[in-house]
């Protein structure tokens, strides 16, 4: 049994599910291939999904949504809030002539599913699940025959509310009263390191107590225009307190209801974009109060269709887990590459790893992408982290604020050695304190780092120029951020590879087993400087 699942609206995307070998075949993002962020599903998307799958599906499954609002055009799916038995749409449809079982369920369901059905832990063993995205804030229970049981919703929205501080203090978001800007949680994730620790003073506790009670939606810039952090400025030292104290306080609302409320010690599943957040993930895990803690690396609605595909694969078989790897995004297009201005090399670890030494900028390819937003080694741009100065040239490259933090990447056996880690952390979603004085490029500002670590298992090729650059510079860490053209998904063709180094100053890149670096411009005869366009 096949399984196609759709992800409508932001994050669009399309999985496939092979519901007999409960195995995904792939999920390819709108965004991906250098589309703009958070992209709905696009021809594109339709096209070279279809193109992988080479039988008709046996079922076409479709994620829930909002019928209200921004999102009123979906039509015959089902709804975005709900879990109980009846929330889901089932029956049949003509597909390219063919009868095949149509399925459709929430979206809230879609996370739960999506998180169940991707962890580690073994068919039958209860669950604690959080839901914590822009309209879910809730705890739920998975027992040992897949009932589930909503024990309590928290808070509501708080992915917008935290992403509507930074419009808050933001002069330039002037959007009418809406949803907020997804992109601005993960700044002000950045931010909260800048901000003072310590109790509320009487402003912050004021806009607490305004904002996490709320109801409302959507909430409204305008409705604050006499606060004092109305557009003050985001990196403002009373923001930047501010949003610290907010986070805290999010936090802390909700480990109170889990310490309250979640008391047998089952492993907790984190989904929804809240669980991008590497402090607050960092935090569950310290808590105690689960046996273990797993978020998948596509923990936003980047996960939505595979979860929905998992919910369709329990419908119709019982079973809801299955085996995925995170390199199961679009494979990379090798067009035509104007090579008169690259030096082109077989791939050697010890070359590449020798160029990063010398402060090189490397754009790194390999096979398939990943899945959900991080970069994790198969599109990323890779430098040496030891200097702050490469930190500002990652961001210059990136075009992105300087506040931004760069998140290394590290051989899994070395991770003690450099961070206060003792355990792996392969999709790059936990906070660690920085042991290594020396990795500047990667230390954020409160002595933090996201670190990726790798195994040979995991990514062989990405373990072998960790390896190759330990044996030359004694540290076994690169700086490692994503490979996309600011606002996009990640680049996926080799000739927008090629545009992109030249624009933004990479010095190389690698696709597959081939090494090319961008020759230097030619000095003048004259003036010994060098040509430029």
Request: charged fraction near 20%.
């Amino acid at each position: 049994m096949r399984i196609l699942s759709f992800k409508p609206h932001h994050d669009g995307t399309i999985a496939a599910l092979d519901a007999v070998s409960a195995e995904l075949i792939y999920s390819y993002e709108a965004e991906k291939d250098s589309f703009p962020r958070y992209s709905s599903i696009t021809s594109t998307t339709i096209l070279d999904a279809a193109g992988r799958m080479d039988v008709i599906p046996d079922v076409i499954a479709i994620g829930g949504w909002s019928k209200t609002g921004f999102a009123r055009n979906v039509s015959d799916a089902a709804d975005y809030y709900g879990t109980a038995a009846g929330s889901e749409i089932v029956g049949d449809k003509t597909f390219f002539g063919r009868k095949v079982h149509f399925f459709s369920s929430t979206h809230e369901r879609s996370h739960l599913w999506g998180s169940y059905g991707m962890s580690p832990f073994p068919a039958g063993m209860p669950c604690y699940a959080l839901i914590w995205e822009g309209g879910c804030g809730d705890f739920y229970e998975i027992d040992e025959h897949l009932q589930v049981v909503h024990r309590g919703k928290v808070m509501t929205a708080p992915g917008e509310k935290y992403a509507f501080l930074y419009a808050l203090a933001d002069p330039k978001f002037t959007l009418p009263k809406g949803p907020t800007r997804i992109e601005d949680a993960g700044k002000v994730m950045a931010l909260c390191a800048y901000g003072q620790t310590g109790s509320p003073d009487r402003d912050e506790q004021a806009l607490i107590d305004f904002l996490l009670p709320s109801n409302l939606y959507p909430l409204s810039k305008e409705n604050l225009q006499n606060s004092p952090y109305y557009n003050i400025g985001v990196t403002h030292q009373k923001f930047t307190n501010l949003a610290r104290k907010v986070s805290d306080a999010m936090f802390d609302s909700f480990h109170t209801f889990a310490k309250n409320n979640l008391t047998k010690g089952y492993p907790l599943l984190i989904s929804g974009g809240c669980g991008l957040n590497c402090d607050w993930n960092r935090r569950w895990l310290e808590t105690n109060l689960f046996s273990d803690v797993f978020i998948p690396p596509c923990t936003n609605d980047t996960g939505s269709a595979i979860g929905t595909a998992v919910d369709a694969m329990r419908h119709f078989t019982g079973n809801a887990k299955i085996k995925w790897s995170v390199y199961s995004g679009q494979p990379f297009i090798l067009d035509e590459l104007d090579r008169t201005e690259l030096e082109v090399h077989p791939l050697n670890y010890g070359q590449v790893a020798s160029a990063l030494l010398s402060d090189k900028v490397i754009g790194w390819v390999q096979g398939n992408c990943e899945i959900g937003p991080r970069a994790l080694g198969n599109r990323s741009i890779l430098a040496a982290p030891f200097s702050k100065a490469t930190h500002e040239r990652l961001n210059r490259i990136k075009n992105r604020e300087g506040f931004r933090p760069i998140a290394p990447v590290c051989l899994e056996q070395d991770v003690a050695l450099h961070f206060d880690l003792a355990r792996p952390s392969p999709y790059m979603l936990l906070f660690q304190k920085v042991l290594d004085g020396r990795l500047e490029a990667v230390t954020h500002v409160d002595g933090t780092a996201r670190a990726q670590t790798v195994s040979r298992e995991q990514n062989s090729r990405l373990f072998q120029l960790l390896t190759s650059f330990k044996a030359k510079s004694g540290v076994g860490v690169l700086c490692n951020t994503s490979l996309n053209f600011n606002g996009t998904g990640f680049i996926n063709r080799a000739s927008d590879l090629l545009t992109y180094a030249r624009a933004a100053g990479l010095d190389g890149f690698v696709i597959n087993d081939t090494f090319y670096l961008l020759k230097e411009p030619p000095l003048t005869a004259s003036s010994g400087q060098k040509k430029t366009a």
